[in-house]
């Protein structure tokens, strides 16, 4: 009996662990609620900024696939287990955003980015990326590749017959996304064999190379017939690929009268594990904002015959760094938040790292350029996806042990987190959350201020399962709690959070 449950506690610990071998486990890890994603941009992941001017200049080293392998064991001991690469094809030069070219303005659907490649190894630009995908499989961290939504204008020029034209045969810019043009996809009565073969050819490429599911950028822009059929033949190819889709409940309109828009609800109808929840409002909701977009969840995700799952997309690299919005303490609140709420974290690459994304070059003149636009575009606090730039660095070693902290105690809590019960609980102070995870013996209750500018004192939580005989434990925030019959009375400065385990 005894060797019987080491066994099982033994092969619980590889799947958690080990992941070496070559079979995907990914979309059910993530419908489990048992994803922790990392986005990253391979151009600076690991880049060699040698004279700390935060830009990779012609004498130093950029980000490619086989550098990134020294950074996987920090990745694994931060508690990450899969990666969001972001998309590794080339990118347009012509009407170009940046010195380096938007990670999002492809060119070619079914080649890898010369920018990301060690150009003094012998292995080819595919293999590269293999070898990077099998040293993370060797940590047990899944890979999701990105599948950029839009064409370059590069792209344009070369396939015109992947767009869509105007009436005067122009292509079009989708909102202000002017280094890209918007794809032609058709309609679901008239799906564009031509776009959805390239499509296939893209998913074909990085199934050959080990990647795990991929990221539907902007999934609303094209038809559901067209990401039913694609899903449906990455599936017959491997039924555990995730399909990721960058959409979510707040967007209900597309970028462009051209486009077509497929809601979130349509795109999971369509065969997408999970989409974008709208957590990147955190900065600016109450309370009770947090309660019903969690209820909300809850309830869409049960309403489908087959398992749906969400992240926890509070930040993204199309989100300015908690830092800059509310300060340290937004961070670390983020950092809590993702430990114990039901769905799967997710955080972008330096945001671990209190990473500001402020270059000291922001949008100046560029001495050289690889496109045709000689500026250092950047958008102002967020990960830098145009040009050759520094990799995220440690600005605030506070919000660093914060975040493994609270993805250990997410680990080591996975049972409670994932499969408790959420109960918000009320309070007058429309600033203050309060909500407890109900795991039956063991619950987890969190407390937060979401005014970032002022303290709040006196405040005081009732619920009758709490009495001062229980065993309590402060897991995060100042022990200024006070226990009595069926109520909680406490303190927060401006954004903190507490987490109380009972």
């Not at 869509?164 to 045969?169: A, L, Q, V, W």
């Not at 496109?371 to 919000?399: C, Q």
Request: with cysteine; glycine share 6%; hydrophobic share 35%.
């Amino acid at each position: 009996m005894g060797k019987k449950f080491i066994l099982v506690l033994s092969l619980v610990f590889l799947t958690n662990f080990c992941y070496a071998s070559s079979k995907n486990d990914l979309r059910t890890l993530f419908l489990n609620n048992r994803a922790k994603i990392c986005g990253i941009n391979i151009r600076n992941f690991n880049s060699q900024d040698l004279n700390g001017n935060e830009i990779i200049d012609s004498d130093e080293i950029s980000g490619n696939f086989l550098n990134a392998i020294e950074r996987l064991d920090e990745i694994k001991s931060l508690g990450i287990n899969t990666l969001h690469v972001l998309p590794i094809t080339p990118t347009g030069k012509l009407k170009a955003l940046g010195t380096a070219g938007s990670l999002y303005a492809i060119a070619d659907f079914e080649n890898i980015n010369e920018q990301f490649v060690d150009k003094t190894s012998e292995l080819t630009s595919k293999e590269q990326v293999k070898k990077f995908i099998q040293e993370c499989h060797n940590r047990g961290i899944r890979v999701i590749i990105d599948l950029p939504s839009c064409g370059s204008y590069d792209l344009f020029l070369k396939h015109p017959e992947l767009f869509i034209k105007d009436d005067k045969n122009l292509s079009i810019v989708p909102s202000d996304w002017t280094d890209v043009r918007l794809l032609n996809a058709g309609i679901d009565e008239n799906i564009n064999q031509d776009l959805i073969n390239t499509h296939k050819n893209f998913i074909d490429m990085i199934l050959n190379m080990g990647a795990d599911g991929v990221r539907a950028d902007v999934a609303t822009i094209k038809p559901y017939k067209f990401w039913e059929e694609l899903i449906k033949y990455t599936r017959e190819k491997d039924p555990e690929f995730l399909y990721l889709a960058e959409a979510s409940d707040s967007w209900i309109e597309p970028p462009s009268q051209y486009a077509e828009f497929t809601p979130y609800d349509e795109l999971l109808k369509a065969g997408f594990d999970g989409y974008y929840g709208s957590f990147f409002n955190l900065k600016k909701w109450n309370a009770e904002d947090l309660y019903e977009h969690i209820k909300f969840n809850n309830k869409l995700l049960k309403s489908y015959k087959e398992d749906k799952s969400v992240i926890l997309s509070f930040t993204t690299h199309d989100e300015i760094s908690p830092i800059l919005m509310h300060g340290e303490n937004f961070s670390i609140m983020i950092c809590w938040l993702e430990a114990i709420l039901p769905y799967n974290p997710y955080s972008i690459d330096g945001f671990a790292q209190g990473d500001d994304y402020l270059y000291k070059w922001t949008n100046t003149k560029a001495e050289t350029t690889s496109t045709d636009d000689d500026t250092y575009f950047v958008h102002r606090g967020k990960l830098d996806i145009f040009n050759f730039s520094r990799k995220p660095m440690i600005k605030s070693h506070s919000v660093l042990e914060n975040f493994k902290a609270a993805y250990k105690f997410r680990f080591d809590n996975e049972e409670i987190v994932t499969k408790g019960n959420f109960i918000p609980l009320k309070i007058q102070d429309k600033k203050i959350f309060a909500f407890i995870i109900d795991g039956g013996q063991e619950n987890i209750l969190a407390l937060g201020n979401l005014d970032f500018k002022n303290d709040k004192s006196k405040i005081t939580i009732k619920n009758s399962r709490i009495n001062k005989n229980l065993k309590f434990n402060l897991i995060h925030g100042d022990n200024n709690i006070k226990i009595g019959r069926k109520k909680i009375e406490t303190s927060l400065k401006a954004g903190e959070i507490k987490i109380i385990k009972f």
